[in-house]
């Protein structure tokens, strides 16, 4: 009997506190849980590919003196690239430091552009190109990245060629080589060996070269090589 009173007792207890704590609660109030905070539609990229284009005929204007054409390709390039991706939970691979490099350089093309300062343009053009092509690698876009590479190191060894700086003439081709090792045995089928050729002997001509100006000679010529190497790899993308 007296089991029997303590356990209606406990059972009583227990009773009450549930109520208590029941009536205590707020309503509607669910579990505690980690919550996960909504996150917006993902925007669109920018158009990478015509956004280097831009870039491209913005160049060719600059070095032709026509700066209206220059300024109507800027902006053409502001509206390829005017949905840069954020670095965060949508893009963990993206720099923040490249985004940030891209925002200065693109005020720089802007501020050049005002100026119609042609070495301006053409730095700051080739700094815009190298990141746009670092984007694309980040964001899994770049087919082969070493080809932006290439890119940009052969226009800013004719850049540093035009400024007279040996220094960075030397750090810009050593770069060079080691990039082109990267990519030489991609190019090495039957029909990329003229190509390697033609490489290996420009890279054999600036490693020669002892005064400014034969590096002014010789470096506007890897800009045309490069462009040929990108249409022979686009190519045998495509067959693939």
């Given at each position: 009997m007296y089991l029997a009173v303590a356990g209606g007792s406990l059972l009583l207890v227990s009773g009450i506190l549930r109520m208590r704590a029941w009536m205590s609660a707020p309503r509607g109030e669910k579990p505690s849980s980690a919550t996960v905070p909504d996150v917006s539609p993902e925007a669109p990229l920018p158009d990478f590919?015509?956004?280097?284009?831009?870039?491209?005929?913005?160049?060719?204007?600059?070095?032709?003196?026509?700066?209206?054409?220059?300024?109507?390709?800027?902006?053409?390039?502001?509206?390829?690239?005017?949905?840069?991706?954020?670095?965060?939970?949508?893009?963990?691979d993206v720099s923040v430091a490249l985004i940030d490099f891209f925002n200065l350089y693109r005020v720089q093309l802007e501020r050049a552009l005002a100026k119609e300062d042609v070495t301006g343009t053409v730095f700051a053009c080739n700094q815009l190109?190298?990141?746009?092509?670092?984007?694309?690698?980040?964001?899994?876009?770049?087919?082969?990245?070493?080809?932006?590479?290439?890119?940009?190191?052969?226009?800013?060894?004719?850049?540093?060629?035009?400024?007279?700086?040996?220094?960075?003439?030397?750090?810009?081709?050593?770069?060079?080589?080691?990039?082109?090792?990267?990519?030489?045995?991609?190019?090495?089928?039957?029909?990329?060996?003229?190509?390697?050729?033609?490489?290996?002997?420009?890279?054999?001509?600036?490693?020669?070269?002892?005064?400014?100006?034969?590096?002014?000679?010789?470096?506007p010529e890897l800009e045309e090589i490069v462009r040929q190497l990108e249409v022979h790899l686009s190519s045998k993308s495509a067959k693939r």
């Open positions: 590919r015509r956004a280097l284009e831009r870039l491209e005929a913005l160049l060719d204007a600059a070095n032709e003196g026509d700066w209206i054409r220059a300024r109507s390709c800027f902006q053409e390039f502001e509206h390829f690239m005017r949905a840069l991706p954020s670095p965060g939970l949508k893009h963990p190109g190298d990141i746009l092509w670092d984007l694309r690698g980040q964001l899994g876009q770049a087919p082969l990245p070493e080809l932006g590479r290439l890119w940009y190191l052969g226009r800013d060894l004719q850049y540093w060629s035009e400024m007279g700086d040996e220094k960075m003439i030397r750090l810009r081709l050593l770069g060079l080589v080691k990039v082109w090792n990267d990519v030489r045995p991609i190019v090495s089928t039957s029909t990329g060996r003229e190509l390697i050729a033609q490489f290996d002997e420009l890279l054999d001509q600036l490693h020669a070269a002892r005064a400014i100006e034969e590096y002014q000679e010789i470096a």
